[in-house]
């Protein structure tokens, strides 16, 4: 089988090395007949980020199909979110690529491994669904206590004026500075007003 190896050492322990990581994720391959194909290298970037050079070619490289299985030494080496680590498995599991963790013992080619894949989504889903119900919470609680939700008006100003202005001579941007709106508001306000509609501002 094909794998590909990930790993990353932190911004706090970037002078690490990460053969400490490559090195039980080879023993690994050997005792599972997988064929290391190639090795992703993340030196001194958070785990955090979602974007980062060498999983961004991991990514780009299992797209392109160069292997069937990556192989982590740790989930938080990948991924510090449960959510993150998900939506890169979901990815994996559309292309066929199977995931495994050294230290977490957990293979996505095996019965098991599958169960835990499960589970992980069942968790994130959990987590999406408390995190839209705290957001809908919040909202109904502001509107109890008289809060007004969702962006504020535009600021009024009376179209005719503005046209009397232009018409003097006065720029666009300069009769907007002085009436602390956007050039491109007056711009849509007039050519709804040329339109003989009523813009919803």
């Not at 794998?3 to 023993?27: C, G, K, W």
């Not at 989930?75 to 939506?87: E, G, I, N, Y």
């Not at 889903?125 to 919040?138: D, Y």
């Amino acid at each position: 089988m094909r794998t590909a190896l990930y790993a990353r050492v932190s911004t706090q322990n970037h002078h690490q090395d990460p053969q400490l990581q490559i090195t039980p994720m080879n023993e690994f391959c050997s005792r599972t007949d997988r064929d290391v194909v190639e090795v992703y290298v993340e030196h001194g970037v958070s785990g955090t980020k979602e974007s980062r050079p060498e999983l961004n070619r991991l990514m780009a490289d299992a797209a392109a199909g160069k292997f069937e299985a990556v192989v982590v030494w740790k989930f938080d080496r990948f991924a510090r979110s449960s959510s993150h680590l998900l939506k890169a498995l979901e990815t994996f599991q559309r292309l066929g690529i199977s995931f495994a963790s050294v230290t977490e013992s957990v293979d996505t080619s095996t019965p098991m491994g599958k169960m835990v894949f499960t589970v992980l989504g069942a968790v994130a889903e959990m987590e999406r669904s408390l995190t839209v119900e705290r957001i809908r919470a919040g909202i109904r609680n502001a509107r109890a206590k008289g809060s007004k939700i969702g962006r504020p008006s535009a600021p009024a100003f009376d179209v005719s004026v503005v046209r009397a202005r232009i018409a003097a001579g006065e720029q666009r941007q300069d009769i907007a500075k002085s009436l602390g709106i956007s050039t491109a508001l007056i711009t849509k306000r007039l050519k709804a007003d040329d339109n003989g509609t009523s813009a919803p501002f």
